[in-house]
């Protein structure tokens, strides 16, 4: 047995032996697929996510104006960022499993348009308690979305050059924010045919959303046979590739439906996920808050939140191409998760000082986030065929529950101790947490290798 790689004799399933002729052929397919794919499918796939975060978050740039107008507390408003992710928990895993069986063009259009429809209905929402059942709704619609894509590129692209896809789609995340910043702060400053800015901001956010969904019918392929842009061999490749994977990922890990969601390690992956959601919704989703704080305008906020995310943008390409590089994906996780608690940290220690405070929150969404697209590397070490759909989707439900923890225990320290401080150094918890178990993982066999 080697002592680099013990993994490797716990699996039947060994790479075949190949020629250098047969070394050259295999990087010209993974070249043409891996090209192909991120030329024509990746950015539509980034540009679906980025109407979804926005729609997801755009509630944090609304709370500059509509916290007053419907009365609400820090805790009211942490308590209705988070029922989002109540109602993604409980329907993820349905959503998920209908996606596999009805295919993902026509899930993803109908989750696309009914989240867009529900998300503009919150511009009408009229107290406290109407704005819990719109976002409850709105996440139960969503629910299915990400995990979806997720099984979608297990069909698409081959496990060692599936981090830098990953990682364009998730490029929707901080794209979201450095464009829907600089609109949200206009969209305040609006008052049209007597409705305010923040409602004019869900209507005009969430338009995109619902033609974007209907265009999924149109322009998604649903899998490699579907498509004239690859050519015969390069599909043979491609299913011989994919197949060696689910094999190794069948021996090794869980397969059916039922062992992945009773599975430990699946369990301990959504905990993982759901320590890195605590840090990095809970503090998205007061930072622009924060930021006004400092006596900004709304653009100006807009604006300042849009060049974080720019960083945030830049720093998870690079982040992500180097996981690839390496084929390295526990230390990318972790490591990631570990600079995210340190600038949470330094947060809360400098909070008397907002500018400087909002710094450090500002730096830890832009180290943290990569977190996000390593991490998905690791689920299909383990899980395939309906387990990978499965698993994906219960890991999911579990880490949706972050962004219902984080957001309500800084509201609840904002208004219980007077202060974002304490609530800080509760959320940088999360992803210490999660450093902590994603480590662990080094010790299952599934994970002790490089892809």
Known sequence: MSAIHPARAASDVEPEATTPVDAVADAAHREAVLGRFTRRIAPYLALLYLFLFLDRTNISFAALQMNKALGLSATAFGLAVGMFSLGYFVFEIPSTL???????????ARIMVSWGVLSLATAFVFSSGSLYVLRFLVGAAEAGFVPGILYYLTRWIPAGDRGRVIGVFMLGVPMATI???????????????????????????????????????????????????????????????????????????????????????????????????????????FLPLIIRELGLSYAATGWTMSFTYVLMAVWMILWTRHSDHTGERIWHVAGASLLGVGCLVAAAITAGSPVVAAFWLGLSAVLLNPATPAFWNLPPKYLSGAGAAAGIAWISSIGALGAFIGPLLLGFAKDHFGGFSGGLLLIAIGPLLSAVLTVGLKRHRAFARPD
């Open 98 to 108: 209908l996606l596999r069986r009805f295919g993902a063009r026509r899930w993803l």
């Open 179 to 285: 464009i829907g910043s600089p609109v949200s702060g206009f969209l305040l400053g609006q008052d049209w045919l007597g409705l305010q800015g923040w409602q004019w901001l869900f209507i005009a956010e969430s338009v995109p959303s619902i033609l974007l969904g209907l265009s999924i019918l149109f322009v998604l392929p649903e899998q490699p046979a579907d498509v004239d842009w690859l050519t015969p061999a390069n599909k043979r490749w491609l299913q011989g590739e994919l197949g060696r994977e689910q094999a190794r990922a069948a021996a090794l890990g869980r397969s059916k439906l039922s062992e992945a969601l009773t599975s430990p390690v699946v369990l301990v992956l959504g905990l993982i996920y759901l320590g890195n959601g605590v840090g990095l919704f809970g503090g998205a989703a």
